[in-house]
């Protein structure tokens, strides 16, 4: 009993940096380190918005994450705000699926058309008058656009995505 009491307590300092049991802290960081390099590496991308075609939804310079597991099971839905690959993974856009494979998707007087029924768009808070062909997608071909359609078409990136192109679904 009396070694117990001759073993000096360990100061508050070191308490709060490393706990009172060394080997549980270094423990639990590995854990939390290996936990963070596979979300990060394989499941979510932190990605940053740059620009302004898909305001009021996502601001430009805002953080978001995208899940790459998102569209393992099933196929992007319309409405869905996905990140697609252009050159490597370190430039992508952001934008939303409009319209699905098989479908033929148009702009009449800026109001979205797919399969010649106008699409009712929630998300969308700016007026349009962008007026753009029909065009019928291919069996792994998503049309995707940004929501901000006051600019004109041209100066907006959008179009065609290939399934293998979308990299997931934006989470934030």
Not at 73 to 78: D, F, S, T
Not at 81 to 107: C, N
Not at 148 to 156: V, Y
């Amino acid at each position: 009993m009396e070694q117990d009491q001759n073993v000096p307590k360990p100061g508050w300092l070191r308490i709060a940096l490393v706990g009172r049991n060394p080997k549980r802290t270094l423990f639990r960081a590995l854990m939390l380190a290996v936990v963070c390099l596979v979300t990060f590496k394989f499941i979510l991308l932190p990605i940053r918005v740059e620009g302004i075609s898909m305001l009021p939804t996502y601001k430009d310079r805002s953080f978001n994450l995208v899940n790459r597991l998102a569209y393992r099971l099933h196929h992007p839905a319309r409405g869905d705000v996905v990140s697609i690959r252009t050159a490597g993974i370190s430039l992508m856009y952001l934008k939303r699926v409009v319209a699905l494979p098989g479908e033929t998707v148009e702009f009449r007087g800026g109001q979205l058309v797919v399969d010649g029924t106008p699409v009712i768009e929630p998300w969308l808070k700016f007026p349009s008058n962008w007026t753009l062909p029909p065009r019928r997608l291919g069996p792994d071909e998503f049309y995707v656009v940004g929501d901000n359609r006051t600019m004109p078409p041209m100066n907006h990136t959008q179009g065609v995505a290939s399934l293998d192109r979308i990299v997931g679904k934006v989470l934030l």
